[in-house]
């Protein structure tokens, strides 16, 4: 079955970094593009990047562009989420997720959700 | 990149039906046949409910059914359950971005 494990949240200061990883298993990794989707505490979704399929592109939210970097390694069925400079509002639960059709590198049909992990940021 | 347009929230009786809108622009809802809804249940991942404005995945009841007309999307959810209580989001793209609605919280009265 589908299977998508987000890990490496924690604790961390303002204006530090964090990499999150996502699992992947269940299905053929190099066919499916992944996303990354925040929701802050009892707020809603805020889509934040994708990586292709293919590997070849990679598209970010004008929130992140430049700070946060997704990327993959086939090797290990996983993708990364690179986060730089955090802030206080940035305290969210992360979700790795994967879109649903196969071959297509952006669509907004997340057909897969990963349980998520919370990233606090605080002082 | 701006977030599409979703009401706080909605209510209804068992057994009602009840319509939840989503506003984008010309550039995303307006542009695209990919519009989807998904249903959060406290403490539990998004699942998705409706994808390409009107299509439901296996195992979604078809009371839930969407629509779109020009820039704006609605999920009506038919005769009503308890279970249906939850929060309801939308999202859509432009091509290089994906956005989502504030989301709506539907109260089964």
């Known amino acids: 079955q589908v299977q998508l494990v987000e890990s490496g949240g924690g604790v961390v200061q303002p204006g530090t970094s964090l990499r999150l990883s996502c699992a992947a298993s269940?299905?053929?990794?190099?066919?499916?593009?992944i996303n990354w989707v925040r929701q802050n505490p009892g707020k809603g979704l805020e889509w934040l990047a994708v990586?292709?399929?293919?590997?070849?592109?990679?598209y970010y939210a004008d929130s992140v562009r430049g700070r946060f970097f997704v990327s993959r390694d086939i090797s290990k069925s996983t993708v990364y989420l690179q986060l730089n400079n955090l802030t206080v509002e940035e305290t969210a639960l992360y979700y790795c997720?994967?879109?649903?059709?196969?071959?297509?590198?952006?669509?907004?049909?997340?057909?897969?959700w990963g349980q998520g992990t919370l990233v606090t940021v605080s002082s | 990149q701006s977030a599409l347009t979703q009401p706080p929230s909605a209510s209804g009786f068992p057994g009602q039906s009840v319509t939840i809108s989503c506003t984008g622009s010309?550039?995303?809802?307006?542009?695209?046949?990919?519009v989807s809804w998904y249903q959060q249940h406290p403490d539990k991942a998004p699942k998705l409910l409706i994808y390409?404005?009107?299509q439901r995945p296996s195992g979604v009841p078809d009371r839930f059914s969407g629509s779109k007309s020009g820039n704006t999307a609605s999920l009506t959810v038919s005769g009503l359950q308890a279970e249906d209580e939850a929060q309801y989001y939308c999202?859509?793209?432009?091509?290089?971005?994906?956005?989502f609605g504030g989301g709506t919280k539907l109260t089964v009265l």
């Open positions: 999202n859509s793209y432009t091509g290089t971005s994906v956005m």
């Open positions: 269940g299905f053929t990794f190099r066919s499916y593009s």
């Open positions: 997720v994967r879109v649903q059709r196969a071959q297509k590198v952006i669509l907004p049909t997340f057909d897969y």
């Open positions: 390409e404005v009107n």
């Open positions: 990586m292709s399929y293919d590997g070849s592109r990679t």
């Open positions: 010309s550039s995303d809802v307006g542009n695209s046949n990919y």
